[in-house]
């Protein structure tokens, strides 16, 4: 598929706009959100995104409020982005493009919480630091590339934000979705590295490739949370509440024990 399709010209030019100010910041960042799954659902012509967004959001590197408050007045300064009414981590790019930039790292304090002032503003951060090392570059126009959270990293991420706001079904709808492109994407993957989780349903079932993905998925969100054993509890709570197949599968994959020393690394 081309990337026109996947990125629009004006996102591009932002991300491009945008790194140039981070890089004098030493300020590290990786898509995530809509726009990362629509780059990982690219990877296939036959797969297409249901619900397309003009918004951006962007896990940044972030050392402490006074470094947040620093790039957010020079990516202002640029002429390019302008701030958004009461939403202290929204900037809107050339008055028509929604960009919302999450600080996390050694911002965070031990409760994963980032608390910006004036006004007063807390984000609960939980995933991003533990998805970061994992992260992977996608070309998306000629000569520019960009950090993505992994697909699995997104469903992490998506389970987290439901059980926050459960009013939020799109983060249901949208992993669903992923769990129907999974295979599509992953098929060898699955075949080379992971055959035994084939064996461990029935084939007859209607939902059979399905479940095979959903437990992958649990696999891999295992290997991103191996050093937060308390997150990893958290989602296994998550999963464990959802009395579905394909949920529980999930759970079953995050649970299976010594996958995560021995497994390929997440592509």
């Given at each position: 598929m081309s990337d026109n399709h996947i990125i629009l010209p004006l996102v591009s030019e932002m991300l491009r706009e945008m790194a140039a100010?981070?890089?004098?910041?030493?300020?590290?960042?990786?898509?995530?959100g809509a726009i990362a799954r629509d780059i990982h659902l690219s990877a296939?012509?036959?797969?297409?995104?249901?619900r397309r967004t003009n918004d951006v959001d962007l896990a940044i590197t972030i050392t402490n409020e006074a470094q947040y408050n620093e790039v957010m007045t020079a990516l202002i300064g640029t002429g390019l982005f302008g701030p958004a009414d009461h939403e202290p981590i929204k900037l809107i790019y050339k008055k028509g493009l929604e960009v919302d930039l999450?600080?996390?790292g050694a911002i965070?304090?031990?409760n994963r919480n980032v608390t910006l002032s004036n006004p007063t503003f807390v984000l609960n951060m939980p995933g991003?630091?533990?998805?970061?090392p994992?992260?992977?570059?996608?070309?998306?126009?000629?000569g520019q590339t960009v950090k993505v959270c992994t697909i699995e990293g997104i469903v992490l991420l998506k389970l987290i934000a439901n059980n926050d706001r459960p009013q939020r079904t799109k983060d249901v709808a949208d992993i669903e979705h992923i769990i129907q492109s999974y295979f599509q994407l992953n098929d060898d993957d699955i075949y080379m590295?992971?055959?035994?989780?084939?064996?461990?349903?029935?084939?007859?079932?209607?939902?059979?490739?399905?479940?095979?993905?959903?437990?992958?998925?649990?696999?891999?969100?295992a290997i991103l949370l191996n050093e937060s054993p308390a997150l990893k509890l958290r989602v296994a709570g998550i999963l464990a509440?959802?009395?579905?197949?394909?949920w529980q599968a999930m759970l079953t994959g995050l649970e299976e024990e010594n996958r995560t020393e021995n497994s390929p690394e997440i592509n």
């Open positions: 100010v981070f890089r004098k910041f030493d300020i590290d960042f990786y898509l995530v296939n012509d036959d797969l297409y995104s249901p999450l600080p996390f965070e304090t031990s991003f630091t533990e998805i970061y994992f992260v992977s570059e996608h070309q998306i126009t000629q590295n992971h055959f035994d989780i084939m064996e461990c349903y029935e084939t007859a079932d209607n939902d059979y490739i399905q479940l095979v993905c959903s437990r992958l998925i649990g696999r891999k969100m509440k959802k009395e579905t197949p394909r």
